[in-house]
């Protein structure tokens, strides 16, 4: 017989209470440790990453400061002007293609670009266009597709840089990149100054992106940039571009330079390169063309650097104007035989008419007398192996070796331009100085800056050196003139009628690292004048000439003539009205 089962023991209800309440107390104390640290411990970490989520700042981009001429005149502004941009996660997939075919043409992007930051996901910003006219912007706002405005399309404020001159200048002034900030020329040199600083407003806004009101906002204005005014003259500097870009068509040259100094104040007037970049199409042009050759490419000067060994032949007293040379067509130097540049019997010339047949071998004959290290420090003192100190942005330096390193027949070949390497403004400014009496004006070509309040402030004026006596110089100009306008110089076509006109041409062989050689030439005519109370001096360049002639006499005198005779009449320079003095080329006349 089975035995009943026993009855179900219920617990003490009071423990199982106990037991309950205990399980919620830790429960609630952890909730409410977690609500002190949210709200109390924590409570700055989490209201500070709210206030990340829900604080937007907005840039207020500042307007470029101006580059302008000497007078004033604009080379770089700077105008408002709009980004469109879109949320491409608003519009739908179906009507992509007819956003795109809508916004192509008064954006000018291709319909495709558009069409893929279109169907770009990831994002709530897909910029669309830079750079666009507040007109057209407006207009593309108004769009409809299907019957409707395109959805999320803005249109926020930027600043766009023009360039009146298109390619005026290009090579100096440079340009800006997308982000406004410079990338070459004085717009990369003076950046900071130009640019200014941005400012920003801060506001609050929803979880879609719009400003929530009666919410606090904050703005710091924008700081305008500085403007920049240089030294050169539109004018003179349109009229030095148009001269050595037909030249260098002509000849087929690799490249061209010219250069027009104020002798008195070394400011540099014109600076002009071909090809030279258009800057409001920079994107198009090669970046070999984007610089300013006349401060970056350097070559050996040739002949025009036989002024430097005149002046140290002079300075030393181991000749005279009228010293007297029996100069034959050939010269043994060390190892080498050097030459003038054309065959002739034995001549009795005066050093005065060895420069205006640029003699190389009546050159080596007067440099023989002055010695390396004193020809190596006259180059240093003109300049040479130095930047020029005016601040160009890419400048060069060129070479000029030091005189215990120069080889047998490099003591011959420096005497005559060939073994140093110069730019275009450091040449320029040799013959600067010889024109100034001897004394060298670090060449200038900012004139000073505009503040935000339209006031001109002058740039600091620029050292001036003394390098040869002014008697040295004056003998020199009046060997240089007679290289223009004695009968047989090599510079008669750089003649102005009713100026006096001194100055020098150049012929030298040219290093070209595709043939690794000396390959080509480059061809330079350099001078200044009035000869007789000197007020301008210009040089004209041209690298690898490829038709007809290849001598400085020939296709870059007549470069100088024309724009020098332009910038006299354009400043209003008279001639002097004098006339040159009687000079003895030979022993026989």
């Known amino acids: 017989m089975s035995r009943p089962a026993a009855p179900l023991r219920l617990g003490n209800p009071r423990r199982r209470i106990n037991i309950g309440l205990m399980g919620m107390a830790v429960v609630l104390s952890l909730f409410a440790g977690r609500l002190v640290q949210l709200q109390g411990l924590d409570s700055k970490v989490f209201e500070a990453k709210a206030a990340k989520l829900r604080v937007h700042d907005d840039p207020l981009p500042a307007r470029r400061g101006t580059i302008s001429d000497v007078n004033g005149h ?36 291709p319909k495709d670009d558009l069409v893929a930051k279109l169907a770009t996901q990831r994002t709530h910003y897909a910029l669309l266009a830079r750079d666009v006219p507040i007109g057209v912007a407006k207009n593309v706002l108004d769009l409809k597709v299907g019957g409707a ?13 023009l360039y009146p001159g298109d390619d005026l200048a290009g090579g100096l002034v440079g340009f800006v990149g997308d982000e406004g900030g410079g990338l070459t020329g004085f717009e990369q040199a003076y950046d900071k100054l130009l640019s200014g600083k941005d400012g920003k407003q801060t506001v609050e806004v929803g979880g879609a992106g719009q400003r929530i009101p009666m919410t606090r906002s904050t703005r710091v204005e924008p700081v305008a940039g500085q403007g920049l005014r240089l030294t050169i003259d539109r004018d003179v500097q349109w009229a030095a571009q148009q001269a050595i870009a037909r030249q260098v068509k002509a000849t087929g040259a690799r490249s061209g330079s010219v250069i027009v100094m104020d002798v008195r104040t070394g ?45 140290a032949a002079l300075e030393t007293g181991a000749v005279r104007p009228e010293t007297v ?50 020809l190596y420090n006259m180059l240093r003192g003109f300049g040479f192996g130095a930047k020029s100190g005016a601040g160009f942005y890419g400048e060069e330096v060129g070479l000029l070796p030091k005189a215990d390193t120069w080889s047998g027949s490099q003591r011959c070949t420096i005497a005559f331009g060939q073994g140093v390497s110069v730019t275009a403004l450091q040449m320029a400014s040799v013959y600067q100085t010889i024109a100034n009496d001897g ?61 006096r006109v001194a100055g020098k041409t150049g012929t030298a062989m040219r290093y070209d690292e595709n043939c690794r050689g000396y390959c080509g030439y480059t061809a330079t005519f350099v001078g200044f004048t009035p000869a007789d109370a000197p007020r301008l001096v210009a040089l004209a360049v041209l690298q690898a000439p490829k038709n007809g002639s290849h001598f400085g006499g020939e296709i870059a005198a007549p470069v100088f003539k024309e724009v020098m005779t332009f910038a006299l009449k354009s400043r209003k320079i008279p001639p002097t009205g004098t006339t040159a003095p009687p000079v003895r080329l030979s022993a026989d006349g």
């Open 267 to 311: 400011q540099v007037v014109a600076m002009a390169n071909a090809p030279e970049v258009d800057l409001n199409k920079w994107e198009s042009v090669s970046p070999a063309d984007w610089g300013n050759r006349a401060v970056s490419e350097v070559f050996e000067p040739g002949s025009t650097n036989k002024v430097i060994t005149a002046a």
């Open 74 to 109: 604009p080379l770089a502004i700077t105008v408002e002007a709009r980004k469109i941009s879109i949320d491409p996660t608003k519009v739908p997939p179906q009507q992509r293609e007819q956003v795109a075919a809508a916004l192509a043409p008064p954006l000018g992007v």
């Open 149 to 161: 405005k395109i959805p999320s399309l803005s249109a926020d404020p930027t600043y766009q840089r």
């Open 439 to 499: 004394v060298r004006i670090t060449p200038q070509i900012v004139a000073g800056t505009v503040d935000q309040h339209d006031r001109f402030v002058p740039a600091k004026a620029p050292k001036q050196t003394r390098v040869v006596s002014r008697r040295s110089a004056k003998d020199i100009a009046r060997m240089l003139e007679a290289a223009v306008s004695a009968d047989g110089s090599t510079g008669s076509l750089a003649a102005i009628k009713g100026y």
């Open 325 to 374: 040379f029996e100069v034959k067509d050939k010269y043994q130097c060390a190892d080498r035989v050097l030459s003038d540049a054309h065959p002739h019997p034995p001549e009795r010339l005066t050093f005065t008419g060895i420069m205006a047949e640029s003699s190389n071998v009546g050159t080596l004959m007067a440099a023989e007398r002055v010695g390396d290290e004193t």
